[in-house]
């Protein structure tokens, strides 16, 4: 299954963005990151495949927050 996620950015009345889009991406890359370390280590209940495929869709989503905000930034749409 492949459904496509709408990303609402939140900005103020002056087109200020309210959250860090590098925090958010940052915090996304990190949680994949800190899966796969944990599946590395022999943590139990955890299926590498599926941690590899999660891991590679939330490094997906923080590229499109990163595209998004960058097309916000510079006033175009992406």
Same mark, same amino acid.
């Given at each position: 299954?492949?459904?496509? !996620? $709408? ?6 009345? *002056?087109? +200020?963005?309210?959250?860090? %889009? %590098? =925090?958010?991406?940052?915090?996304? *890359? $990190?949680?994949? %990151?800190?899966?796969?370390?944990? !599946?590395?280590?022999?943590? =139990?209940?955890?299926?590498?495949? $599926?941690?590899? /495929?999660? +891991?590679?869709?939330? /490094?997906?989503? %923080?590229? *499109?927050?990163? !595209?998004?905000?960058? /097309?916000?930034?510079?006033?175009? +749409?992406?």
């Amino acid at each position: 299954m492949n459904r496509e !996620v $709408t990303l609402p950015l939140i900005v103020d009345e *002056r087109g +200020t963005l309210q959250v860090s %889009a %590098a =925090d958010v991406s940052k915090l996304l *890359r $990190t949680l994949g %990151a800190r899966w796969l370390h944990l !599946v590395e280590a022999g943590a =139990d209940g955890l299926d590498e495949d $599926t941690v590899a /495929a999660l +891991t590679i869709e939330l /490094a997906k989503l %923080a590229d *499109r927050i990163d !595209v998004a905000c960058i /097309a916000h930034s510079s006033g175009s +749409t992406p």
